[in-house]
C-alpha cells in the first residue's frame, strides 16, 4: 500500500525525533559539539609553535584553553591557563556564547592541542 510508512521509516523517524529533543533539552551539548568541530578545523590552521587561546567578547583577557565541558542543559565550560600560569575557568550560558579563537605562543615545550573523546 502508498503511503503507509515501513517500520525502517517509523525507527528512522523516532530516531530523528529523540535527537531532536535531545538538543532542545540540552542546547549546552549541541553548542560543545558544534565548537569542537569548529576547534578541529582552527587547530590545523596554526603553527607548531602556537595553541589554542581563548577571547570572550568584552574582555581584554586572552588565556591557553586546554579543555571545554558542559553542564546540561545551558552552561559551557572552558578550562585553561593564563600567561602568568594561573588556572582559568570560564562559565558561559550557551546563549550568550561569543568567544574568539586566537593563536597564542605555546607555553611549553609541545603545543597543547585540544583532543575530544566524543
Same mark, same amino acid.
Given at each position: 500500500?502508498a503511503g503507509i510508512p515501513t517500520l525502517p521509516d517509523?525507527?528512522?523517524? /523516532?530516531?530523528?525525533?529523540?535527537?531532536?529533543?535531545? $538538543?532542545?533539552?540540552?542546547?549546552?551539548? $549541541? !553548542?560543545?559539539?558544534?565548537?569542537?568541530? #569548529?576547534?578541529?578545523?582552527?587547530?590545523?590552521?596554526?603553527?607548531?609553535?602556537?595553541?589554542?587561546?581563548?577571547?570572550?567578547?568584552?574582555?581584554?583577557?586572552?588565556?591557553?584553553?586546554?579543555?571545554?565541558?558542559?553542564?546540561?542543559?545551558? !552552561?559551557?565550560?572552558?578550562?585553561?591557563?593564563?600567561?602568568?600560569?594561573?588556572?582559568?575557568?570560564?562559565? #558561559?550560558?550557551?546563549?550568550?556564547?561569543?568567544? !574568539?579563537?586566537?593563536?597564542?605562543?605555546k607555553i611549553e615545550d609541545q603545543?597543547?592541542?585540544?583532543?575530544? /573523546?566524543?
Amino acid at each position: 500500500m502508498a503511503g503507509i510508512p515501513t517500520l525502517p521509516d517509523i525507527q528512522g523517524l /523516532t530516531s530523528e525525533l529523540a535527537e531532536a529533543a535531545r $538538543y532542545r533539552n540540552n542546547p549546552a551539548g $549541541y !553548542m560543545i559539539e558544534r565548537l569542537k568541530a #569548529q576547534l578541529k578545523i582552527f587547530q590545523r590552521k596554526i603553527s607548531d609553535d602556537a595553541e589554542v587561546g581563548i577571547m570572550v567578547a568584552g574582555n581584554a583577557g586572552t588565556f591557553h584553553l586546554r579543555q571545554i565541558s558542559v553542564s546540561n542543559p545551558d !552552561m559551557l565550560i572552558f578550562d585553561g591557563i593564563d600567561q602568568d600560569g594561573r588556572t582559568m575557568q570560564l562559565f #558561559q550560558h550557551h546563549s550568550q556564547l561569543s568567544v !574568539m579563537l586566537v593563536e597564542v605562543p605555546k607555553i611549553e615545550d609541545q603545543p597543547y592541542r585540544i583532543g575530544f /573523546t566524543t
